[in-house]
């Protein structure tokens, strides 16, 4: 009796593990590649043209579950002082108390609260961005997350795209010029746009 009992209690243990494994499988954590990321930004100059601009160093975590995207989370901190508009002058502007005040907040960061799917295969990833000192709601729309891929070294890589948009005004970036024809110097919608790569943590 006690062979029998124990037999099953095994059979159990296998059928749970193999049922357990496809989910298993389908989480993984992934370490946001700097070399291979690019967070961009876009805002306008004297109600004319597109300034465009990226920041050099990044860092982060992604969790990504692909059969429940809703247990996914994304936690990413941006390196402010590495700001490149491409025009040293007017990139230590944007570094002065003017505007992010590097020396004060060399950093923001962005913390996900929540992901749901979006239209065409898409997602939004709900967070918490803090830049200059204030954090505030932002929502990143994510086209999708690409296939799994091993690159030449054997490491597991990732990718996707994302964008938002958001009111320098609501993060205490206020400074500005009104112009003698009406306007103002710098628009006040930032447009970001984000391209990822990740490597699956070991």
Do not use: C
């Not at 050099?56 to 809703?70: E, P, Q, Y």
């Not at 890589?157 to 205490?172: E, H, M, P, Q, Y």
């Not at 024809?181 to 990740?198: L, P, R």
Request: hydrophobic letters at 45%.
């Amino acid at each position: 009796m006690m062979r029998v009992t124990a037999a099953r209690i095994a059979g159990f243990v296998m059928a749970a593990f193999l049922v357990a494994a496809p989910v298993l499988a389908s989480a993984a954590t992934w370490n946001i590649d700097p070399d291979h990321t690019s967070i961009g930004f876009k805002v306008r100059h004297l109600m004319v043209s597109n300034v465009k601009g990226v920041f050099g160093k990044v860092s982060g975590v992604v969790h990504i579950d692909d059969r429940d995207f809703a247990k996914s989370s994304v936690t990413a901190t941006i390196d402010t002082t590495s700001i490149d508009t491409g025009v040293a002058k007017r990139d230590a502007h944007l570094k002065s108390a003017d505007f992010l005040d590097v020396a004060k907040y060399p950093t923001m960061t962005f913390v996900s609260t929540g992901v749901t799917k979006g239209s065409g295969g898409g997602f939004k990833v709900l967070g918490n961005l803090t830049l200059h000192g204030v954090t505030r709601p932002v929502a990143l729309e994510v086209e999708g997350l690409s296939p799994e891929v091993k690159d030449p070294m054997g490491t597991i890589r990732r990718g996707a795209s994302a964008s938002t948009t958001i009111n320098r005004k609501d993060f205490g970036l206020t400074w500005n010029k009104m112009l003698e024809a009406g306007g103002v110097a710098v628009g006040d919608e930032v447009k970001i746009n984000i391209e990822v790569e990740m490597t699956q943590a070991k």
